[in-house]
Every structure is written in structure tokens, then in C-alpha cells.
């Protein structure tokens, strides 16, 4: 590895930084926080960001790799790792796609929260919020979608907003149903 190591004043920040475990369903974002690490340590030669990040790789995510690992270049080593792991470890546009179209469900996920499981399985730009909107409301419950279907001119958010609204005075809470059934367990000893 061609650049110099960290200063020695930077030895402190080293041993604390604490990089988080590959994490190959969102490479990207797995970055953007091995990155937020890297700032807030005060890392910024591009031989020590490799170093950490091949660190942290996983056997099978290091494979994928390993034409870098081994014969890292000169220079932008990490700039380079991290480029090929996101490429190569990364589900194809394609993929993303198919999945959303029929393996993503809403779960026990608020109408909010799945929309921005949606919109972080989908590409910005790939995939039009016309069509994303489609793909959220078609999961909600039968209550929510019936409201959420008229909802055309607002925007796709507000619209997740009020379907969060709906579904929480639509679905009785665990607390509500308990409190009930004591209420009724008490009447029917006459109490």
C-alpha cells in the first residue's frame, strides 16, 4: 500500500473507531456510516480507510473482492474497494425491481415505514414514485387503501402520513381490547 500511515497523533482516534459489520443488503449505506466513522475519527489516508474496511469484510464479501485485497492500487484504494464491493455485492436494478414488485410486504411495518422500506429497495430515478405509490398501496390494509386510493393530488408522503393516521384509529390496540375484555370479565361477575 503506497500512502503513508496515519500519524501517530491520530493513534488515539485508530483504536477508537469501531467499524459495524459488512452489511451486504445496503453496501451503500454500510459506507456512508463506515465513512461517518472515518470523519468523526479524523481518518482520512486512503491507505488506513482500506485497511479498515478489508478489516471488516466477512470471508465471503473479502472473495468478492479479492482481485482488490490482493493487488490493491496505487492510488484510491478505497475509493476503488469500495466502488467494486458496492458493484459486485449489490443486487442488480433488475432484482430490486422484482422484488418489489412481489416479495415485499407491509408486515407489521407502519404505512410510513414501509414506504421507506420501499423507497430504499428501489432506485432514485429507476423507479417512479407513480409507480412506487402503486406497489405501497396495493399492500395496505382494505380501511387504509380504501381512503388512500382517492388521496391522487397529494403528495406520495402526506399521503403515507394519513394512511398512518387511518390505520391507528382503524386497528384496535392491544391496550384497548385487554382493558375491554377486563371491563367485560368484571361485568359479567357482577362487579
Known sequence: M???????????????????????????????????????????????????????????????????????????????????LIRRVSASQEERIRQLLTQEDIGDKKPSQYLRHLRSKADAG?????LLRTIWSSRLPPPVKAVVVSQTDASLDAVADLAGKIQEATTPSIVSSATAARADNCLARGL
Not at 126 to 130: A, W
Open 2 to 84: 503506497a500512502n503513508p500511515p496515519e500519524p501517530t497523533n491520530n493513534s488515539v482516534a485508530l483504536l477508537a473507531v469501531r467499524l459495524p459489520p459488512f452489511w451486504p443488503h445496503n453496501p451503500s449505506l454500510w459506507f456512508a456510516q463506515v465513512e461517518a466513522n472515518f470523519s468523526y475519527a479524523g481518518i482520512t489516508v486512503d491507505a488506513t480507510k482500506f485497511a479498515l474496511v478489508v478489516s471488516q469484510l466477512d470471508h465471503q464479501y473479502a472473495a468478492e473482492v479479492q482481485d482488490i485485497i490482493i493487488n490493491p492500487p496505487g492510488t484510491n484504494s478505497y475509493d476503488r474497494l469500495k466502488e467494486e
Open 126 to 130: 429507476t423507479v417512479p414514485d407513480s
